[in-house]
Every structure is written in structure tokens, then in C-alpha cells.
């Protein structure tokens, strides 16, 4: 029995802003995302029956069609039929390590392993746009899951421009475990309560205005001299406006957290994941000490993770 085992690592947002809505219902965005070590461990195997199976033990994970992983076999099938005729199904494991309904992606980085993983067991030989493209049709996160490191992501998030992919940096998340946010929820709130300052999807000079003026400010900039404490300095999140008002818990996580220093803090995509940039592993162990003095609550949960200049990995 073939298989491959894949790591599939978590993203967090250094930079979303929020400029319009989109004629698919969806949001215009510039984003500047971020690949981070903390990751799920996917493994796919041939099945000799005509069968796509999905198997994760998280209690807030389904096993079934709705999830983003079987939902990515299922589309490989649909679109290589005659590999999947002769190869046969696919049988997925999740190992989940990134929190689930966090907004670091969890389920669209197990999405683009499964591409990655099914590409590579049915010797496919697709390219990374391919597999973007493929990723573009499951979610707007999932074409930057697949490639990972650094990117700007504009349009739905779906569209990338790969930057100087940053391994210097540190970063501490935290989460309440019982506490989710719906993304379709977050973005809601916010188009009932900013959606008079979109800027009008016929506008399309406005809207090219708006995704220069990232391409060369100043985070992009930071990045590219690999400078945490400007890359700290310019952290922003349109969605914190809605979900900090929301959340008091989350707003109170987020001053905590900053308070202790760092390069900056912020929470990461919808939410709730609140993180810390710093240069070092040490700090960010420090932190999570000093962060859970000042929060005893044992609803809360820590990692201490490292930017990551890739995606999805195999799992050597
Ligand atoms: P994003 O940052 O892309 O908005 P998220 O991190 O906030 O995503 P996920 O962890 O992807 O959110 O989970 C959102 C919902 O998707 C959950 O309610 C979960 O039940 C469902 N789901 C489906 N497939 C998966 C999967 N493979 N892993 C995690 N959640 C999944």
C-alpha cells in the first residue's frame, strides 16, 4: 500500500484589510499571510476500492463529506477520473495540532496536503499553479496553504504574490479552546458596519489604488529587510473591529499579550487566535510563562511557533 505523509502547516495574517465587496458575495481583500511551523499531519494512502475516506479523532471535526480534506480527494477524482479509475480511492488521516475555527487555516492546510498528497500518489506531476488552482475551487485560503511561506494574497485571498519567505521570526498564538468565531459571521459584522467605506467593485482604479498601496508600503517593505520590529509595527486587522467589540475575552488576551512585549501582537485572520511576534524561541517561551501567570484560565492554550518559508511538507 502506497502512502504519504505530509505536514501541513498553519498560517497566520500579518496584514488584512478589508476594501469591498466582491459580485460572488465574497470580500476584496489584501492580505499578507504568513506560514507558521504549528501543523496537522496528513496522511493519505491508496485504497484498492473506488472509495474516499476521511478519519480525524478532533471532536469538532467532521468525518464525512463536509470535510475540506475529503472534499479536496473528491475533487481530484472529478478531475483526473482515469487516475482515480486505475489508482483507486484514497484514505485520509488527520492529526490535528492547529486549533480548529482559529482562523489559521486548519482546514484549508489539510485541503492542500491532500492535493499535494494525491498529486504525488497518483504521479500526476502537477505543477504548484495547478495545484493552486485546484486549491482556489475548495477555499479562498487553500492556493497559499499549498505553497506557504510569505505571500501577499489579494481578490478573495486566492490570488498570491510570493514575497521573501521569512524563517526569522517567532510567534506566539493563543486561544481560548472552547471559544470559535465564525469567519462568514466576522465578515458580516463588518460589511454592516464599515460596508459604507467599500470601495465600489466598478471602481477598479480605486480598488488597484488600495492593493499598490500595500505592494509598496511599509509591511511589505519590512519584509523585505527581514525587519521584525517594523514587520511588528505594521500589523493590521480590519476583521479586530468587529471581534475585539464581540469578544471581550479575546480584546482582554490581545492587551495582555502586547503588554508582555514583543514585536507586536494581533489577532490572527476572524479569530480568536491571538498572536505575539518575537525574535527569538526563548521570548516566546518566556511569554507563554508570563502570559499564563497573568490568565490562570484553563480554557486557554499556547504554542510557540516559527515562521516557515514553505507549505505543505513531506513528513520525513
Ligand atoms: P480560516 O482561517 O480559513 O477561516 P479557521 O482556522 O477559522 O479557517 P477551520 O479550523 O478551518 O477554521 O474550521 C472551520 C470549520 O470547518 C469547522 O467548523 C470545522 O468543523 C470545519 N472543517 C471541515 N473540514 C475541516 C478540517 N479538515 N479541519 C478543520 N476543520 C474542518
Not at 41 to 66: A, F, M, W, Y
Amino acid at each position: 500500500m502506497r502512502l504519504y505523509s505530509l505536514l501541513a502547516s498553519a498560517k497566520i495574517n500579518l496584514y488584512l484589510e478589508i476594501i469591498g465587496d466582491r459580485p460572488d458575495g465574497f470580500h476584496e481583500l489584501v492580505m499578507v499571510m504568513q506560514s507558521v511551523d504549528l501543523a496537522d499531519r496528513v496522511t493519505v494512502r491508496s485504497l484498492g476500492t473506488k472509495e474516499i475516506r476521511v478519519s480525524c479523532s478532533h471532536p469538532q471535526v467532521p468525518n464525512d463529506k463536509t470535510n475540506l480534506a475529503y472534499r479536496a480527494a473528491a475533487l481530484m477524482a472529478e478531475k483526473f477520473p482515469d487516475a482515480y479509475a486505475k489508482q483507486g480511492g484514497v484514505d485520509i488521516t488527520i492529526e490535528k495540532q492547529i486549533p480548529v475555527g482559529a482562523g489559521l487555516a486548519g482546514g484549508s492546510t489539510n485541503a492542500a496536503a491532500v492535493l499535494v498528497g494525491v498529486d504525488l500518489l497518483w504521479n500526476l506531476g502537477l505543477t504548484q499553479l495547478e495545484l493552486q488552482d485546484l486549491g482556489a475551487k475548495l477555499g479562498s485560503d487553500v492556493p497559499f496553504c499549498v505553497v506557504g511561506g510569505t505571500a501577499i494574497a489579494t481578490g478573495r485571498g486566492e490570488e498570491l504574490d510570493f514575497l521573501y519567505g521569512l524563517d526569522n521570526l517567532y510567534v506566539l498564538l493563543a486561544k481560548y479552546r472552547s471559544l470559535s468565531v465564525s469567519t462568514p459571521w466576522a465578515y458580516k459584522s463588518y460589511r454592516q458596519q464599515f460596508g459604507d467605506a467599500y470601495i465600489s467593485i466598478s471602481d477598479s482604479a480605486g480598488l488597484d489604488e488600495r492593493r499598490r498601496r500595500v505592494h509598496s508600503g511599509p509591511m511589505v517593505a519590512a519584509i523585505a529587510h527581514q525587519n521584525g520590529l517594523e514587520i511588528g509595527q505594521g500589523l493590521h486587522n480590519d476583521l479586530e473591529k468587529v471581534v475585539l467589540s464581540d469578544y471581550p475575552k479575546v480584546a482582554y488576551l490581545k492587551k495582555t499579550m502586547a503588554a508582555l512585549g514583543g514585536l507586536g501582537s494581533m489577532m490572527s485572520g476572524s479569530g480568536p487566535t491571538v498572536f505575539s511576534l518575537v525574535s527569538s524561541r526563548q521570548q516566546a517561551e518566556q511569554m507563554k510563562t508570563q502570559t499564563l501567570e497573568q490568565i490562570s484560565d484553563p480554557d486557554l492554550d499556547l504554542w510557540v511557533a516559527k515562521f516557515l518559508p514553505t507549505g505543505i511538507r513531506l513528513d520525513d
